[in-house]
């Protein structure tokens, strides 16, 4: 069983940064997938980045290529998602996640509760 507790959401103007945080409870954190995901209201739940195990070659959406970066810290059981250059449409509520059976799609085995982000205009 694995636990994921997000954290570093908020409201930020556009154009301006955030930088979320997962932790993730167990000893094999630094065995898994880990992606993040975003729900805005009204909408279906998206990916939007993932990282594997050994931290190469990450996943991105093509809405945040080039503007968000996922890295980890397996050290500290904690996968990051830095997001620059925010826009309005970022909005959402930002999921942790771990362990999936199709990286781009939301069949992963682990969820977090979530991080509210709001970028205002």
């Known amino acids: 069983q694995v636990q994921l507790v997000e954290s570093g959401g908020g409201l930020v103007q556009a154009g301006g940064s955030l930088r979320l945080s997962c932790v993730a409870s167990g000893r094999t954190f630094s065995s898994r997938t880990m992606g993040w995901f975003r729900q805005a209201p009204g909408r279906e739940r998206e990916f939007v980045a993932a990282i594997l195990w050994s931290g190469g070659n990450p996943y991105y959406a093509d809405s945040v290529k080039g503007r968000f970066t996922i890295s980890r810290d397996n050290a500290k059981n904690t996968v990051y998602l830095q997001m620059n250059s925010l826009k309005p449409e970022d909005t959402a509520v930002y999921y942790c996640?771990?362990?999936?059976?199709?990286?781009?799609?939301?069949?992963?085995?682990?969820w977090g509760q979530g991080t509210q982000v709001t970028v205002s205009s």
């Open positions: 996640a771990a362990d999936p059976t199709v990286i781009r799609t939301i069949a992963w085995n682990y």
